[in-house]
């Protein structure tokens, strides 16, 4: 009889194991925002009538957050560069929800330019009298390899990604600490974790905002209704490759190669909607097999080194020879970059 119990409880076990591995399989997000998604806080009655300031919203990622926060009824301000691109997002969004015009805010910002960013905080304030939620995605990627690229990128790209980022975050966190509460979230990236060829400088300013980030929220600790995201998410379908530093500074990028492996947009904010909603601290969004790799990462850096290596390898020759590199990771590539 004991006997048999025991089978029971071991059989439970392995059908347990089983299922989760199975779902892991399948899995585009970490357990823990992949858990929320089910049984968490939607983001739909968590962002209505919020005010949600985004950056980089005039195109991929932004543009979508904009769009999905739209249509939960959030108020938004609308910032990037290029201020027809933001103006097209706002009317995209006033078509697909029942916002009114005074609702959107486009405020055209340029995060290099560190001096405006607090003239540009007061604008908000005084349109929408809070900040709900900052979510920093505006930034810049690398396609390049260390050797070949000039020390000037690599301070274009801490300029951009690192400081742009954490000189909003400051004029935006005073404003929050006055009134206790807030949001404060970065579209990092897997790269903010993990090293990856072509990127050296994209991966350190990554990093370098993930430890930032990391760090400024112990520093928090008195306040619990301010909450510190970093979202990273694995390959998504958007600009980013054309917009991507290169070798030297004004030269871009030949071909924006193969976009099939990536997961899409709508997908990726979705989930990061999912996560803010929840208020959770770190979200890995990636399709297999980034997701598996962001895992082994975290826990068996020797099992992730090893395989790592010898993705990069092609993915380096890949590049070298002027052939796609992106599409490495998962077959012999078959396009030429020029
Ligand atoms: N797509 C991916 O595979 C992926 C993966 C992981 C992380 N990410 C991160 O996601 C974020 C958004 O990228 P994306 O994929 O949506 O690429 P994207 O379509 O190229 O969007 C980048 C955005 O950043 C803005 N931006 C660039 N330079 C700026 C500046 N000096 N000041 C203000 N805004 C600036 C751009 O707007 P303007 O040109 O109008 O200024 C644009 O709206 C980036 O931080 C990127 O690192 C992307």
Redesign the pocket.
């Known amino acids: 009889m004991e006997t048999c119990w025991l089978c029971v409880v071991l059989s439970a076990i392995a059908v347990y194991v089983i299922t989760q591995f199975i779902r892991f399989l399948f899995a585009d997000g970490d357990f823990t925002l992949l858990w929320a998604a089910r049984f968490g806080t939607s983001p739909e009655s968590t962002f209505r009538g919020k005010v949600v300031w985004v950056?980089?919203?005039?195109?991929?990622?932004?543009?979508?957050l904009c769009l999905q926060l739209a249509s939960f009824h959030a108020r938004l301000v609308l910032?990037?560069?290029?201020e027809k691109?933001?103006e097209r997002v706002k009317q995209m969004c006033l078509e697909r929800s029942s916002l009114k015009d005074d609702d959107i805010l486009v405020l055209p910002?340029?995060?290099?330019?560190r001096a405006s960013h607090k003239e540009k905080t007061v604008a908000v304030l005084k349109h929408f009298g809070t900040i709900d939620l900052l979510i920093?995605?505006?930034?810049?990627?690398q396609r390049s390899l260390f050797v070949d690229t000039d020390v000037d990128v690599y301070q274009a790209l801490m300029e951009?990604?690192y400081l742009?980022t954490i000189s909003l975050t400051k004029q935006v966190l005073s404003h929050m600490l006055c009134h206790g509460k807030g949001s404060i979230a970065t579209?990092?990236?897997?790269?903010g974790f993990v090293g990856v060829p072509l990127g050296t400088g994209?991966a350190a300013s990554?990093h370098a905002l993930q430890g930032f980030f990391n760090s400024l929220r112990t520093e928090l600790t008195d306040y619990p209704d301010i909450t510190i995201s970093n979202?990273?998410?694995?390959?998504?379908?958007?600009?980013?490759?054309?917009?991507a530093f290169t070798e030297e500074l004004g030269k871009s990028v030949a071909s924006a190669g193969d976009q099939t492996h990536?997961?899409t947009?709508e997908r990726?904010v979705q989930l990061t909607l999912v996560g803010l909603a929840n208020r959770i601290k770190e979200m890995w969004i990636a399709d297999q097999p980034f997701l598996l790799f962001c895992y082994l990462w975290q826990y068996t850096p020797t099992v992730a080194w090893f395989l790592t290596n010898a993705f990069s390898k092609t993915r380096v020759q890949n590049f070298k020879t002027g052939l796609d590199a992106d599409s490495a990771y998962f077959s012999k590539p078959k396009v030429k970059a020029s």
């Open positions: 950056t980089g919203a005039s195109s991929g990622i932004g543009e979508e910032s990037a560069r290029r691109e933001l910002l340029d995060l290099l330019d920093n995605n505006g930034g810049r990627s951009l990604n742009g579209v990092n990236s897997v790269a994209y990554k979202i990273c998410p694995g390959p998504v379908v958007s600009s980013v490759v054309q917009n990536k997961m947009v990726c």
